[in-house]
């Protein structure tokens, strides 16, 4: 391998300056025998030696010795022999600009032959050297095997550098004096993706946040400017595009002098720390937002039942203007303040919720009185708390407070309200009684009262009639005839009413019924007046919650009107169905009897309403009165259809026994 | 037939006692027939009474009464040493549950429900009488 190296002619020159010098200190004609005696003996490599053969014509001391041959050995040998890193003609144009006279010396290194075979490495320096007649070169030799180990060394510990450097897991990189980068490792490279082309010089600029360029610009130029250590956080552009936080650290490297040679620098990735640092910070500020705005007071105190922390909403509720007076610990506060029970027993210091807490316990909606000793004042707070623990051993009782002093004196007026309001229902349960009462005795009498002329005029017409018929004519005794008629009627309608009323007073025992043998038995009662009617009974198997006599009470009624409007039909019929709907079993009772005009239906549920003529169909005008209120106060509904002449329809609603377990079958089923 | 005890009738509606003696008359019974006409009479007539005089043989007891109430009244006469054990029929309009339950539990012996129809009158007075018959035949009345 030949790497000449053209420029090295100056040491060439050098040379040449001994000579002349030497020629300048002695006599002449000792000259020549002095400097051959000088060559031969001397330890550097040097030869003579025929330009055209390349034979050597004089070898010194140091070259027999440094290549192991005699001279007599290297007389017969050409200067190819002991460099065998080139051949005649690789060798011949090496030297073509000495041989045409261009130039009048080169160096070049190559390797030299020993006579035992080995090699080292040298640096040749061969210059023409002008005979009578011929021409000669003069080779000097240089022995560079130490200078080859010392590069080798030196590239072998550079490598090594870039190695650990490019292991490290910081980026890094080499800045000259002037501050311009001159190296990255690999993990620059492979972080920003870029190239070393791109970031020579300047290039760095390109992977910073460009928004903090100009700082970290001007803070480099000052750091290379004084020789100061940089050290700064900034943000570098990924190859992913994204930025991330590094902290840039630079130190100058000095030579012997203490001048600056160099500037090493690395980039720490601090990103994830800076992160959870601000994270950190923001959820401190948040939970300090929360503490500072939260509806509830919180107060923060150590083991030493010393109070750290009071928030706005706490301060607010124990009228603290000043927190400095309180912020002291548990005993200071304490003889400002007075805790006691909510029934006004008060509390010793080691019965305080802070005091408790301490203890161990965790508090939950303790309310107390907290009153203050200074001043009128007092409020009724509600404590819950615990001690939290964190690391190891240490913890901070916490204890959070509700202001439910307007709670409590609600609920102390709701309780007086209630007992005032309680104290008023009974109060006119007890008028309403009274007025029941009242109302039951009036029909009582009425009954009795009403009754009592009644019978007279009964009695006595029944008298006039049986024992003085003959003293009666035709007409006289028609008058009695409607006389008693009449009283009959007056009879029914004081049963009625009474009823009515009795209904609207008597207690309701609610029961399941079963409404098809329910009905047969309340059908066995009309057997007589049901024989010329064409019944149809289809109720199916429901059971129905009701009151059985006021269910009784509304069946008959609406059978009885069935069976009597339906008297003059050619074929009465009757049909009583039912139907389950909605968790409620509808009842219907059908008649084709003349019905009634839908422009009345408002009426037919009054009391002594009659839409139909006393001698067309009697009646006292109560009994759907008595259906109506029957079905009201066992919540169920009444409702009628009809159309004068086509007969009418009557629905009762009433609550299906089991009307859950149905509705769930509905709903689990297939 | 004068030996034969009274019937005691406590009634203030004299129309009532008119007809309840009438009824009894339909059926040709002569028999005393004994009034009072309001409770306080009627608790006069029991306070008044010596040891030893003939005591009814039935008392029809009207429970609507002016002054003092029949029930009252019934209660008077069942305290009575003498009275205690003679049949009382409550004759009363009154069809309360409340009425019936007290006169039975007062002791009455019967309850029965003024009729409108002057028959089933009749009908209550029929009864009345086999009764007052029967305890009046000699020989049966644990009284003679």
Known sequence: MISPT??????????????????????????????????????????????????????????????????????????????????????????????GGEKEGLVYETMHLRADGTLYPVEAHLQRFEQPGHLEFLAIILDITHRRRTEAALQ???????????????????????????WHNQRWYDYTGTTPGEMQGCGWHKVHDPEMLPMIIENWKNAVATGQTFDMEVKLRGADGQHRIFLTRAEPLRNADGRIVQWFGTDTDVNDQKLAEITRRETEKQLQVVMENMHDGLVISDFSRKLLHWNPAALKMHDIDDPEAVLGDLDTFAKIYELSTVDGAVLSIDQWPLTRILGGEHLHDLELRLRRLDRDWERVLSYSGAVLHYDDGKGLAFLTIKDITERKYAEEALRDAKINLEHKVSERTAQLLAKSKELENFCYSVSHDLRA??????????????????????????????????????????????????LERRKLSTTAIKLSSFISRLLAQFQDSLKNVRLTVDVGDFDINADPEGLAIALRNLVDNAIKFSRCTAEPAIEIRARSADGFCVLSVRDNGIGFDMHFYEKIFEIFQRLHRAEDYPGTGIGLAMVYKAMERMGGQVWAESERGAGAVFYLQLPLANAVESDTSTINGP | MNTALPILLIEDNPMDVDLT????????????????????????????????????????????????????????????????????????????????????????????????????????????????????????????
């Open chain 1, 6 to 99: 053209k420029n090295r002619a100056d040491s060439l020159v050098g040379v040449s300056r001994v000579k002349f010098d030497m020629v300048a200190l002695i006599p002449i004609e000792n000259a020549q025998a002095r400097l051959a005696g000088f060559l031969e003996q001397s330890l550097s490599e040097i030869y003579l030696l025929n330009a055209q053969t390349l034979l050597f014509e004089f070898a010194s001391k140091g070259a027999q010795r440094n290549l192991g041959h005699e001279v007599d050995a290297l007389r017969a040998m050409t200067l190819l022999e002991i460099q065998p890193e080139f051949d005649e003609a690789s060798f011949q144009a090496l030297i073509a600009p000495l041989m």
């Open chain 1, 156 to 182: 072998e510990s550079e490598a090594r550098f870039r190695v650990i450097v490019d292991t490290i897991p910081q980026l890094a990189w080499i800045a000259g004096r002037d501050g311009s980068r001159l």
């Open chain 1, 453 to 502: 002329p009644l019978r007279g005029i009964a009695g006595y017409s029944r008298l006039l009639l049986d024992g003085y018929h003959e003293c009666l004519d035709e007409e006289g005794r028609s008058f009695l005839v409607n006389v008693r008629a009449a009283t009959k009627h007056m009879t029914d309608l004081i049963e009625g009413l009474l009823s009515y009323s009795k």
């Open chain 2, 21 to 144: 003696r009438r009824a009894f008359i339909r059926h040709n019974l002569a028999y005393p027939l004994e009034v009072l006409r309001d409770g306080q009479e009627a608790l006069d007539f029991i306070a008044g009474r010596r040891a030893g005089e003939p005591v009814p043989s039935v008392i029809l007891l009207d429970l609507k009464l002016p002054k003092v109430s029949g029930l009252d009244v019934l209660r008077a006469i069942r305290a009575h040493p003498d009275l205690g054990t003679v049949p009382v029929v409550v004759l009363t309009s009154s069809a309360d549950d409340g009425d019936v339950h007290q006169a039975y539990k007062l002791g009455a012996n019967s309850y029965i429900l003024k009729s409108v129809d002057f028959e089933k009158f009749i009908d209550v007075a029929r009864q009345i009488e086999l009764y007052w018959t029967v305890l009046n035949t000699p020989g049966f009345s644990k009284r003679v």
